[in-house]
């Protein structure tokens, strides 16, 4: 089973950054499409974005053109840079295979101030 840890969140104000860090445990990382997921209080989890082994990437509509996801197989790692944040990007991110998830890490509190 992998073991997910995400790290980098934060609180920021409307128009910052933060770059969230996920560390996968586990060789089948490197042949898995990964994601960052988020869930916002009162709301479904929703994808954001994933990146494919090969380092295609896809993203909501939401977060297109703010938001970069990437990876390093090497170290087993998946990033999301996220700029331009908005007060509606306040969520719980988690990152994950995509599809077919595996155990949820804690997730990591990214809050954004108007």
């Known amino acids: 089973q992998v073991q997910l840890v995400e790290s980098g969140g934060g609180l920021v104000q409307a128009g910052g950054s933060l770059r969230l860090s996920c560390a996968a445990s586990g060789s089948i990382f490197n042949f898995s499409t990964m994601g960052w997921y988020r869930q916002a209080p009162g709301k479904q989890r929703e994808l954001v974005a994933g990146?494919?082994?090969?380092?295609?990437?896809v993203y909501a509509d939401s977060v297109k053109g703010r938001f970069t996801i990437s990876r390093d197989n090497a170290k087993s790692m998946v990033y999301l840079q996220m700029n331009s944040l908005k007060p509606d990007d306040t969520a719980v991110y988690s990152c994950?295979?995509?599809?077919?998830?595996?155990?949820w890490g804690q997730g990591t509190q990214v809050t954004v101030s108007s």
């Open positions: 994950n295979r995509v599809p077919g998830v595996w155990r």
């Open positions: 990146v494919s082994s090969g380092g295609s990437t």
